[in-house]
């Protein structure tokens, strides 16, 4: 470096022009730029010398002005197109004789400019620059071409966002869709790393977390503010794939053959199907049948998917990922295709039904005495609600006299698992509706003789479908419960009867467990159980129905036993997620009806303790069945009553705070 030198160096990454002016101590020189700035520089800072000349920086703007007119990046593509083929490196003054047929100052530091502001054509190897390959010039143009389009899809998403944001109707597109999905997967496992969607927050002018992204995605109304996340953070399917979609248009056309081809016919009998009014799966019906000996067949009628899906097969692999059917207070998320499972798998009133048919004979004290099972065809007579059946048997009516036969073999089945050592918990059940999420609707379950009634045929069905399997070694789910250790009587009377002492026996019941032998029901009083009531809307059902219905044929059975092992695995880690789901799902709902009637006075009752020395404890809002925490702000014990107001109440945060109400303010509330 020599005083005069014109050289380029770069400030904050932008070229620069300035003279060379001094050395500063051994190593440095000062470099004056056009606006009479010093910059202290080192030669390995200098990026290129202008060769020949000595200037001063008051030449640094008219000489700029004279390079504009041949700074144009085309010509490069013209001299690569050129070169590539000789492939020989070349200095910016050779590329100043090959644009310009000439080696000026000004030309030299065009040809500078353009190779060193170059990505495509040519790289620079030492001081010189060679020309790249075609391939790689190739996939360096496709590189840009993608983040141009990039670029621009993301300055039209920016767009959608301001008018989704303003109120209008946007039709998102799939990149759109695919932006939207980041936040998402933000809001969903916020413990990840999520610097792609934190970054476009940033770029969209919103905070960097998780609530952030949350929030932004219900102002755009691509979320609901109540959005199911619990259930958006499961492995459930939301939809169905189309090719089980396609089987399942295709079987309401025409119905596939029937591998049952010899079914009974019991289309003789009076079949009532009884279920909430709001039921669209129709899996069950009963039929009382009178013999010659003035002995009485009782018949369960299971709905029989299997006329429809053969192991294996779209469905049946479709079900199994399910493994059930969920039922949220917005309502229901079928295993199977709902025109199907609301259709030709329902036992619909008044139309032709393929059935598994439970034909049990009850001995006077409410035992098995006899009984067969069958494929078979029935014609559900009455569709009736819980509602409807008790009001038939208070009022007696004498034309329907089969439902006060069955209602009186429920009641002989129940004393008789009574003696057999059966556990009955009565807690408070309720269900929540929700309504186009404007209305919260909670429902108490009542207990009446008409669920009871239904309840213990299907304890009835699983009964002889587990003894059948039994007898015949048929590996099925079998569901066994391990006897628990329960209070002794004297512990139990300490405890305020109804429900703080019901749930103390709750709290002793070990889980049910499910697997391919046979073990006893410690709660229903049985050795032998297997659920078989539910095949639409419950996978191990329908594995029970596969390997009944393969053995009343005398066919091989679908599932071996190491085969129903390992599907039992799976599904049931399934079956478990989708019970987590609805158990969040509910207690969310129920979070939130709270949050809307803050103002409302509950009734609570002191349940259980978490840990009494903390004074935090479980209260039974008992017109709502709900079951919360609580911190007591006064001494109290189990059983007692108090009146509670919402003090915070936030669903998302599964945060939930009482007040507890002093008797002038409950009098005035009332």
Excluded at 300 to 325: F, Q
Excluded at 357 to 381: E, M, N, R
Excluded at 410 to 427: C, D, E, L, N, P
Excluded at 601 to 629: A, K, S
């Amino acid at each position: 470096m020599e005083k005069g030198k014109l050289v380029e160096f770069r400030v904050n990454g932008e070229p620069r022009l300035g003279v060379v002016d001094r050395p500063e101590g051994k190593k440095d020189w000062i470099v004056i730029d056009s606006e009479g700035h010093s910059h202290k520089l080192r030669p390995q800072r200098v990026d290129y010398e202008v060769p020949g000349g000595s200037y001063s920086n008051s030449d640094i703007p008219q000489f700029l002005k004279e390079i504009q007119a041949y700074i144009d990046p085309s010509s490069l593509e013209v001299a690569w197109e050129l070169l590539v083929e000789d492939g020989k490196a070349l200095t910016p003054a050779d590329m100043a004789s090959f644009l310009y047929s000439e080696q000026t100052p000004q030309l030299c530091y065009a040809a500078h400019r353009l190779l060193s502001e170059d990505k495509i054509y040519f790289k620079k190897k030492g001081e010189n620059y060679e020309p790249r390959s075609p391939s790689q010039v190739a996939e360096i143009k496709h590189q840009l071409e993608v983040e141009q389009q990039r670029q621009q899809e993301k300055e039209i998403f920016f767009d959608h966002i301001q008018q989704a944001l303003a109120g209008e109707t946007v039709e998102w597109s799939q990149s759109d869709r695919t932006r939207l999905e980041l936040l998402e997967k933000f809001v969903l496992q916020p413990e990840q790393n999520h610097r792609n969607a934190q970054d476009l927050l940033k770029e969209l002018g919103q905070g960097t977390t998780a609530e952030a992204a949350f929030d932004l995605l219900v102002a755009l109304k691509w979320w609901s503010p109540n959005e199911n996340l619990f259930l958006k953070r499961s492995s459930y399917p939301l939809n169905f794939p189309q090719k089980v979609l396609d089987v399942a248009s295709s079987y309401l056309q025409t119905l596939p053959p029937d591998a049952d081809s010899d079914r009974l016919d019991l289309t003789h009998l009076k079949v009532y199907t009884i279920d909430d009014e709001s039921t669209e799966e129709i899996d069950d019906g009963l039929s009382v049948e009178y013999l010659d000996d003035d002995r009485v067949k009782l018949w369960i009628h299971i709905a029989d998917p299997t006329r429809l899906v053969t192991p294996g097969d779209e469905l049946d692999l479709e079900a199994r990922k399910r493994s059930t059917t969920l039922y949220l207070p917005t309502g229901m998320i079928s295993m199977f295709p709902v025109e199907l499972a609301t259709g030709p798998m329902s036992l619909r009133q008044g139309k032709l039904c393929a059935a598994l048919s439970f034909g049990v004979i009850l001995d006077s004290h409410g035992a098995i005495l006899d009984y067969s099972i069958h494929a078979s065809l029935i014609k559900p007579t009455y569709r009736l609600t819980y509602h409807d059946v008790d009001e038939m048997l208070q009022l007696g009516i004498t034309a329907e006299s089969e439902l006060a036969v069955l209602a009186e073999a429920a009641k002989k089945r129940h004393q008789w698992r009574q003696s057999q050592g059966s556990i009955t918990i009565k807690m408070p059940e309720a269900i929540i509706k929700v309504k186009s999420e404007e209305e919260i609707i909670i429902e108490l379950l009542e207990t009446s003789i008409s669920r009871q009634l239904v309840a213990e045929m299907m304890i009835l069905a699983g009964e002889v479908a587990g003894n059948y399997c039994r007898e015949h070694g048929i590996p099925v789910p079998f569901r066994g419960q391990p006897q628990p250790e329960l209070p002794s009587e004297e512990e139990l009377l300490l405890l305020p009867p109804g429900p703080v002492r019901a749930c103390a026996l709750r709290r002793c019941m070990p889980r049910s467990e499910m697997g391919t032998l046979p073990s006893r029901h410690a709660s229903l009083g049985l050795d032998n159980y297997t659920q078989v009531t539910s095949p639409i809307r419950r996978y191990t059902d329908l594995l029970t129905h596969f390997q009944l219905k393969a053995h009343l044929r005398g066919d091989k059975l679908p599932f071996p036993l190491d085969v129903m092992q390992q599907i039992l695995y799976s599904v049931t880690l399934s079956a478990q997620e989708a019970s987590l789901v609805e158990r969040q799902t509910n207690r969310y709902w129920g979070l939130e009806f709270l949050r809307r009637n803050a103002d409302q006075v509950w009734q609570g009752l002191v349940l259980r303790w978490l840990r009494e020395d903390e004074g935090l404890g479980v209260i039974l809002l008992e017109e709502l069945g709900l079951e919360l925490p609580h911190r007591f702000e006064r001494s109290v014990s189990l059983g007692d009553r108090l009146n509670v107001q919402v003090s915070r109440a936030d669903p998302h945060r599964d945060e939930i705070r009482f007040r507890e109400m002093l008797e002038h303010e409950t009098i005035i509330n009332n």
